[in-house]
């Protein structure tokens, strides 16, 4: 042979060996797993529970068979609260673990801080924190981009059609005057002038207050000034630090408005153990209650505390939970990974929640995949969470009015 | 006339004034003075264990708020594990902490005594770090909190009604200031410790053990404040930045007494206290309330720089 059809042989040969191991590359590919890559804060509550309830959602699945014959594998990567780790977090599970579908999220700031990074890659992604309607304006025109959790507004306006149906079913609750504390940061702020849009036909005064988280934590010259205004319904707006020495300041001073409301974005996990918490109300998407009217929050209770031997005590939980089965039950219809299969089939989803209600995507203001629309109002009675509004997932009577007053 | 003559005017002086805005407020915002003397009483407390190692070990802690924060959690385990409450758990926590400090004493600060104070800086930054995500790490941001019915008690006096409880950190902060004197003045070690602070080369040269004296103090410290969080556990949410607010607020009393000036810094307490508090009486003032504590802070230091200028 001459060194001419040497050299053929050899190439052929070379060429051969690499349509062998790429072709192996491939199957091995297409074998392995599904990855979802979530981003959760893991050291909030929220963030460790919800990672928690994928996880638990991930093991159901793969012991019922995985997905298109596949097992399911889901990569976690703490965000830390924090916007740039919450973005490195984005590259990393797109580059290295080349995951199929982006889920998580808790934080509006640190979610601002991943889009241009989730704009990057473009892989579907199923998102059920970042509330702040600054989010949805970002995402406009991302068809690849489901949102879950109700917009900022959205939860306004729930809680404005709530208070009134409460007054309407009940005729004891009246409210026409409404007191505002609200921590002084970004957050409180926002919500507070928020709520004096969506809450105009009552008579409506705030004042901001140092949070315990910034160093603040004495709330008894805001409370005397609401006790000064003898609101209806006084409500705070801050973190869960604040939870029980505001309740123990409200006492020590004698102060007991008919609806005493807390709005933080997380419950100290033994808030309802205390015997302040009784009759204060909530917002929030889920109660543990709601596991004794819905058979599916009742399976994913039992199931959640079987497996990590402890109860769930966010709505993070049965979310994280929800978000893991929207994306498999989508994968299962699409019967593929290819995207805009996907996304036809996460447009068709109709899954009943541990939440209560049944997930649908439809438009909201400004995008086209927008979830859950409403919040729940709550209510702590006997130390547990109590579902008072929508009427039909309601798990007891209000306690009205608080403290018995 | 006798008691007059003994006293320097100046402290006579600052008696009346002090007394005649006690009159004042309680006229005028019976409130804001309660619960300013109540909140005062907080900030001294935790600044006067800061003040002890600034006065003597010459060392600005930053790490002193974040000591505090681990008292607190130490106080809520001891309270979960084994039903102690905070107020009790300040005993085990005094000997705990005692540990504590002696160890970073001997493991950190006793290293960087002779370094530059940016480098001292530096170390006691770190050390604060290493606190925060130390509870980051074991017990996550999620606050703690025991449930304790005692704190909200409560009495009234015709239609003022104020809480009683808060009023601890008031009569801690004067009993601490109290016994640290009379350890200061009165006891060997005490006057050992004021030496070494005044003029270590000197201490030294009377046979003075100044490492011993600078682990003593920072290991009392340490204690003191580990301590005073289970106190503040009472009243507080703990989680793992829950303490460095007051390191900035304490570091800034001791600044305003002036170094070594421990009934300054109670008194520097009180005043700024009631000055937060008054402010926070005015609706919708509250966000004031900071810019007034640095304001009076920033009046006293240049107030008492003009005064040595003049002198």
């Known amino acids: 042979m001459t060194a001419k059809g040497k050299a053929a042989v050899l190439k052929v040969w070379v060429l051969a060996v690499l349509v062998v191991v790429g072709a192996g590359f491939v199957v091995a590919a297409e074998e392995g797993p599904i990855k979802l890559g979530a981003v959760l804060p893991l050291a909030d509550i929220t963030g460790a529970q919800g990672s928690k309830a994928m996880q638990l959602a991930v093991a159901e699945i793969n012991a019922a068979g995985g997905l298109l014959g596949r097992q399911v594998e889901l990569i976690i990567i703490d965000d830390e609260s924090k916007p740039e780790k919450g973005a490195a977090a984005i590259d990393l599970l797109a580059t290295v673990h080349n995951v199929d579908v982006f889920i998580g999220g808790m934080s509006s700031g640190v979610h601002l801080g991943q889009l241009p990074a989730l704009k990057k890659y473009e892989k579907v992604t199923v998102w059920i924190g970042a509330a702040s309607s600054l989010v949805e304006q970002a995402v406009v025109g991302m068809d690849w981009y489901f949102h879950v959790h109700p917009w900022d507004y959205l939860q306004g306006a729930s809680y404005v059609e709530g208070w009134a149906a409460l007054q309407a079913e009940y005729p004891l609750i009246k409210i026409e005057k409404a007191f505002w504390a609200y921590e002084e940061g970004a957050f409180g702020t926002s919500s507070y002038n928020g709520s004096l849009v969506a809450f105009s036909n009552w008579e409506n005064v705030g004042e901001s207050f140092k949070s315990a988280l910034l160093g603040g934590g004495d709330y008894r010259s805001v409370l005397r000034h609401a006790q000064e205004f003898d609101p209806d319904l006084f409500i705070w707006v801050g973190y869960a630090a604040d939870a029980l020495p505001i309740m123990e300041q409200a006492r020590e001073i004698g102060f007991t408005p008919p609806l005493f409301v807390g709005s933080p974005p997380g419950w100290p996990a033994d808030f309802g153990g205390s015997a302040l918490a009784n009759g204060v109300c909530a917002y929030g998407m889920w109660a543990p209650s709601i596991k004794n009217v819905s058979p599916v929050s009742e399976h994913f209770w039992d199931a959640y505390v079987a497996m990590f031997n402890e109860e769930p005590a966010t709505y993070f939980a049965p979310l994280g939970y929800t978000n893991v089965y929207v994306v498999a039950e989508a994968i299962a219809r699409a019967g593929t990974l290819e995207k805009e299969a996907l996304i036809t089939a996460l447009e068709a989803t109709s899954y009943v929640s541990p939440l209560g209600e049944t997930l649908t995507f439809s438009p909201s203001n400004l995008i086209e995949h927008q979830g859950f629309s409403k919040q729940k109002i709550l209510q702590w009675q006997n130390g547990a969470q109590q579902v008072l509004w929508p009427f039909e997932y309601a798990t007891a009577l209000p306690a009205y009015p608080f403290m018995g007053k | ?311």
């Open chain 2, 1 to 311: 006339m006798t008691l007059l003559r003994t006293v320097p005017q100046k402290r006579v002086a600052l008696l009346l004034v002090s007394l005649g805005i006690v009159i004042l407020m309680m006229l005028w915002k019976p409130y804001a003075l309660i619960e300013g003397l109540q909140r005062g009483g907080l900030y001294a407390l935790i600044a006067l264990p800061m003040a002890l190692i600034l006065g003597i070990v010459g060392i600005i802690n930053l790490a002193h708020g974040e000591f505090m924060m681990l008292g607190a959690y130490f106080a809520y385990w001891l309270g979960v594990y084994f039903g102690i409450d905070p107020l009790v758990a300040m005993i085990p926590a005094l000997a705990a902490f005692a540990i504590l400090g002696s160890m970073t004493y001997f493991v950190t600060i006793r290293r960087a005594l002779k370094a530059p104070e940016l480098n001292q800086l530096l170390l006691t930054f770190g050390l604060a770090m290493v606190g925060m995500e130390f509870a980051n790490l074991m017990w996550t941001s999620q606050p703690l909190k025991p449930h304790l019915s005692y704190v909200y008690s409560s009495m009234a006096l015709g239609k003022l009604r104020f809480g009683t409880y808060a009023f601890i950190y008031t009569a801690a902060a004067i009993v601490l200031l109290v016994l640290l004197l009379l350890f200061l003045r009165r006891t060997r070690l005490g006057r050992a410790a004021l030496a070494v602070g005044q003029n270590p080369r000197g201490a030294r040269l009377v046979g003075i053990d100044i490492q011993r004296t600078y682990l003593l103090i920072f290991g009392l410290s340490i204690a003191l404040v580990g301590a005073i969080g289970a106190m503040f556990l009472t009243r507080h949410s703990v989680f793992p930045s829950a303490g460095s607010p007051f390191t900035m607020k304490s570091f800034c009393l001791i600044a305003m007494a002036g170094m070594g000036n421990l009934p300054g810094v109670v008194w520097g307490g009180f005043a700024l206290g009631v000055a937060e508090a008054l402010v926070l009486s005015f609706r919708g003032y509250g966000g004031w309330a900071d810019v007034v504590f640095f304001a009076v802070l920033v009046a006293v230091i240049m107030g008492r720089s003009y005064r040595r200028q003049t002198a």
